[in-house]
């Protein structure tokens, strides 16, 4: 779950959209109707299964990309943690080699905690997870990739911009079955796997940029899914920690693994 950072592969909410070519094979095998059929029909049932839960929390591996001025790609790996109480609570933790990050949406403000650096940012965002998440784009041109799938309505969110959709198969993401959807943009294409049974759950995304050089990638695994939490108390509230500097939300660069300056410095 990021901010998205200039010049990465991260378009606003993470709809970064590869269709390999498996897919000309599916749409060649299944036809194209039926293949988009598919694809939506379990699209839905993930978006309407994860949008009536009350309650969730999950373990989550990230990467992004970069593409140097001569064409190297390198990435960025992070993990972390996120626990949501509909309609109002959210809190995001990421640690990787360049930050230690925290967010917190208690329903009436975010807060952002870089401990790594001792930075605080804060604003007021009031309502609901859903509706902080498109104020926080509004306010600031931000966008939390990868918070697409836990929204209320998550299928209309990852569909706005698609002109194509594949169901390319079944793969296996950290032991769990998965139905493998590919999807099209205009600037981006994206993939997601979700589990089978009775629990649709999204276990990966990729989103791939189309309109940067080198095609950078946004990646995201989810893994030990919880749908109740034994008690929230405390958990949607920020500590500040002694001699906390507090700066505008707007000068907050982003909540990515992407180090600003040299690529590799270490700023731990």
Not at 39 to 57: E, F
Not at 155 to 172: F, Y
Request: aromatic share 8%; with cysteine.
């Amino acid at each position: 779950m990021t901010l998205s950072p200039s010049g990465t592969a991260v378009a606003r909410r993470g709809r970064l959209w590869p269709v390999a070519a498996l897919a000309v094979t599916v749409f060649a095998l299944a036809g194209p109707s039926r293949a988009d059929d598919s694809a939506s029909t379990i699209l839905k049932n993930m978006s309407q299964y994860v949008g009536k839960q009350k309650q969730i929390s999950a373990d989550f591996d990230s990467t992004i990309e970069i593409v140097t001025p001569d064409m190297q790609k390198i990435q960025f790996a992070s993990s972390g943690t996120l626990q949501l109480v509909r309609p109002d609570k959210l809190r995001i933790t990421r640690t990787g080699g360049y930050t230690d990050l925290e967010l917190v949406f208690d329903g009436s403000q975010l807060s952002i905690l870089a401990k790594n650096t001792n930075l605080l940012a804060q604003d007021k965002f009031s309502g609901s997870v859903d509706a902080m998440i498109e104020q926080l784009y509004e306010k600031f041109d931000a966008a939390l990739p990868g918070m697409d799938l836990l929204l209320s309505d998550s299928e209309r969110q990852l569909t706005s911009d698609v002109i194509s959709a594949a169901h390319i198969g079944r793969g296996v993401v950290d032991g769990a079955e998965c139905e493998h959807l590919a999807f099209r943009g205009t600037d981006t294409d994206w993939q997601i796997w979700v589990e089978l049974g009775d629990k649709p759950l999204p276990r990966k995304y990729v989103i791939t940029s189309k309109g940067l050089a080198g095609a950078p990638q946004y990646s995201l695994t989810l893994r030990n899914w919880k749908t109740d939490m034994p008690s929230a108390d405390g958990v949607f509230a920020i500590k500040e920690p002694q001699g906390v500097k507090k700066i505008a939300l707007e000068s907050f660069a982003d909540f990515d693994e992407v180090p600003s300056g040299t690529v590799g410095r270490n700023s731990k």
